[in-house]
């Protein structure tokens, strides 16, 4: 096992335990080496690296930017950048601005099909007002007996075509990865496996993202299964980027993984926490 995450999420975006948990139950679970990416924001950093800290546990600085890369949505965490630098700040306050706006579409866009006072219930679940996304009125729609769980509740009103679902501009993959370049961080494209992008796809868009600055890419996800380990090792030895690893928890009981571990990473690809550690530090 590997005790290494490098994506995670708290309440400061759509994870449901505060950052300080998060952290303190990647530690229990064994982890070494924890990123907190909460999506869009970097408030939760300060908490989560004193609590780190306090336990005596590795902490790099993280986050999960929303991209629209073509006509699809891209995520892309940037990590180990100063929290502090002003134009990662005001990048990602841009982003979560168009969040409020997305999210009164989508209620609208909900009452249309019957299903109405979404966004005030959805609401209740965001814990920070600037970070309510799908998660937020997932939580909701299965509180209301609507479906019965995450997967079931994005199948039927959230994802891409379904009801509730309305397109969205988030920032330029270019803007994402020059913001976090310039605060000091690595860019890297998060559970590629998620895109169902061919080859030739897949390619361009790595090549356009390591145009821009990029440097990294997940292998190792709680979105991905073994054979995607395997295929994103190869494509990340190919390409020449450093390959990342993180369970993308949210929270207990929606989805399969904890925070803390995940399975090794397949030999080859140089990994990205090269960067922040010695090999012995994860070893002993
Ligand atoms: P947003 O950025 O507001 O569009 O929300 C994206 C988030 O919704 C992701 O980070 C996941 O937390 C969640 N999500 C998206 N698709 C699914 C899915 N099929 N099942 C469960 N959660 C999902
Ligand atoms: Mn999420
Ligand atoms: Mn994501
Ligand atoms: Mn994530």
């Known amino acids: ?32 080496l924890f990123a907190l990416t909460d999506h869009d924001d970097v408030r939760g950093l300060a908490d989560a690296a004193a609590e780190a800290a306090s336990l005596g546990m590795r902490f790099v600085p993280g986050v999960e930017v929303s991209v629209s890369w073509r006509k699809h949505t891209l995520h892309i965490v940037g990590l180990g950048f100063d929290p502090a630098h002003p134009a990662l700040l005001a990048g990602l306050a841009s982003v979560r601005q168009g969040r409020d706006e997305r999210a009164v579409r989508m209620d609208e866009a909900l009452a249309a099909v019957g299903v109405t006072g979404v966004l005030a219930g959805a609401r209740k679940f965001a814990d920070n007002p600037e970070m309510i996304g799908r998660a937020h009125f997932a939580r909701h729609l299965i509180e209301r007996g609507l479906a019965k769980d995450m997967k079931g509740v994005f199948k039927k009103y959230l994802a891409r075509g379904k009801p509730g679902y309305v397109s969205h501009q988030w920032a330029s993959m270019e803007d994402a990865v020059g913001w976090i370049r310039a605060a000091g961080g690595v860019a890297v494209i998060a559970h590629p496996g998620r895109y169902e992008f061919g080859k030739q796809t897949m390619g361009e868009l790595i090549e356009e993202f390591k145009a821009a600055g990029g440097e990294g890419i997940e292998v190792v996800s709680g979105s991905h ?56 530090t994860l070893a002993n």
């Not at 759509?14 to 982890?31: I, Q, S, Y």
């Not at 020449?240 to 989805?255: M, P, Q, V, W």
């Open 225 to 280: 299964n073994p054979a995607d380990f395997d295929r994103f090792a190869r494509l990340a030895e190919m390409h020449g980027l450093l390959a990342s690893a993180g369970t993308d928890y949210h929270a207990t009981g929606e989805g399969a993984r904890e925070p803390g571990v995940l399975p090794d990473m397949p030999p080859g690809p140089v990994p990205v926490w090269s960067r922040w550690v010695d090999a012995a």
């Open 1 to 32: 096992m590997l005790p290494v995450d490098l994506h995670a999420h708290s309440n400061v975006s759509d994870g449901m335990l505060p950052p300080r948990e998060v952290v303190a139950r990647a530690h229990g679970r064994g982890c070494k």
